[in-house]
């Protein structure tokens, strides 16, 4: 698409909308922001000077003419706001399509998934520097926009960097043209029902990530997960697949006598791995399928894994008081992502859980507290959840509090896990803060 001189809405500012813009403007697009909270003096200066016009979020304003919408990956599809610009046929895209569509070729690594996006999306970084040195990027949905990593390395007019990148399935509701060279939906689970309408939506929104591949570009399947195989056959995929499972050795990858195979060939022991839980194993075969189709020799794969010690707010171990870890999961945002964290421990447990209320069932949860010693529920949500979860819950107000009742509960040999279930927007800007806090405060204990 030819940008310069075109009308084109940006809705939602944050990160991703800032690097939008920024980038729009190099395009030389007339650019109006819609925003629903004042910006920052820091912003409306750099805003201003790119003669940004700043609007709300009043009806008024979707009802006026533009070219083109750049959607921030925060805005739902639901809106009515979205429902509206809908109506008026007016095309909307999110900055990863905005980035794609005007980049130089590039090599793209598309994650997603419910559970463990983040930690995939970073380890095939990982491998990738070790074989590419400074021709390999991350970014998308794990923390630096598309559209910045294409100013800051100018993408427009430079190709061949192999790029991870994380997608959420909101960057995906909008996606045209993307076409990764591989692309993975790592598992599925129930998530963003408050956003997306229903589950229905929510899975379907994931099979984006493969619908424009085609020819040798590979799509990276889990045979483990009933609702991959689902949707994939609801919604085909026109390109090579390659299997994975940790449950059988009938997959093109699998995990069998503490090692990992791919195409019946040994790859790596379990025991180079540093990472806790099994869901890590399933993180590293699928880095592994998606960095051997990246050219990277398994060599360079296995040291780069092997160096590997983890991500933040995934199961992070923070500290040991008094014979108790205490482990960050802010990540852990959905029941999926909090059973994959139960799972990684043996017994012991004093959960922390809470945060917005998204109203997801907890019924599946219940089975996989065996482990769990105690459950405190915080914020807006951690009444709702903790009753649901357990009879006997212990319920505060803040994190801060949760803490502390935990640090008293806790003996010799116990887990305090921090894995709330859901979002953090009733305290929070996101989970990166709660964590951050959470770490912050049990360092001071």
């Given amino acids: 698409m030819e940008y310069t001189n075109k009308k084109v809405l940006v809705i939602g500012l944050a990160r991703s909308g800032m690097a939008a813009i920024k980038l729009l403007n190099k395009l030389g697009a007339q650019i109006t922001l819609s925003e629903r909270k004042e910006p920052s003096k820091e912003e409306i200066e750099i805003l201003e000077s ?12 979707f009802e006026r003419d533009f070219d083109l919408v750049v959607k921030n990956p925060g805005v739902p599809p639901v809106s009515p706001i979205v429902k509206r610009l809908n109506e008026r046929n007016i095309p909307i895209i999110t900055e990863i399509e905005l980035a794609y569509d005007v980049s130089k070729p590039q090599h793209y690594i598309a994650i997603t998934g419910t559970n463990g996006k983040t930690t995939t999306t970073t380890i095939v970084y990982e491998i990738l520097k070790q074989a590419y040195k400074d021709k390999a990027l991350v970014g998308g949905n794990i923390g630096t926009p598309l559209c910045e990593l294409v100013l ?113 060939k040994k790859i790596l022991s379990t025991d180079d791995i540093k990472v806790v839980g099994k869901h890590n194993i399933q ?23 092997s160096n590997f010690k983890g991500v933040e707010h995934r199961i992070e171990f923070v500290k040991e008081i008094n014979g108790v870890k205490y482990y960050n ?55 709702r959840i903790a009753s649901d979860l357990v009879n006997d819950p212990i319920i505060v107000t803040t994190l801060d509090e949760a803490i502390n009742e935990a640090y008293s509960l806790a003996t010799d040999g116990d887990v305090v896990l921090l894995s709330p279930t859901t979002s953090s927007y009733d305290q929070y800007s996101g989970y990166e803060e709660r964590g951050r806090h959470f770490k912050k405060l049990v360092n001071s204990l």
């Fill in 50 to 61: 790119m003669n940004v016009e700043i609007t709300n979020q009043e009806m008024s304003v």
């Fill in 152 to 264: 800051q390395y100018n993408l427009l007019e430079n190709e061949g960097y192999y790029i991870s990148l994380e997608i959420s399935n909101h960057q995906l509701v909008d996606i045209i043209n993307f076409r990764p060279e591989v692309s993975t939906i790592i598992n599925l689970g129930p998530d963003h029902l408050e956003t997306m309408g229903s589950l229905h939506n929510y899975y379907k929104s994931k099979t984006e990530v493969y619908r424009n591949q085609k020819d040798d570009d590979l799509f990276i399947m889990n045979i483990d997960d009933e609702l991959v195989k689902e949707y994939s056959a609801k919604y085909p995929i026109n390109c090579k697949i390659e299997t994975f499972s940790l449950e059988t050795d009938k997959a093109y990858a699998y995990l069998k006598d503490n090692y990992i195979y791919v195409d019946n």
């Fill in 283 to 305: 993180n590293i075969v699928v880095s592994i399928l998606a960095c051997q189709k990246a050219g990277v020799s398994n060599e360079d794969i296995v040291t780069a894994i």
């Fill in 329 to 383: 999961d802010s990540k852990g945002t959905n029941t999926d992502a909090t059973i994959t964290a139960l799972k990684a421990f043996d017994k012991g447990i004093i959960l922390l859980v809470g945060g917005y209320e998204k109203g997801l069932d907890m019924s599946e949860m219940r089975k996989y507290l065996k482990p769990v010693k105690k459950v405190i529920g915080f914020g807006v949500a951690g009444k």
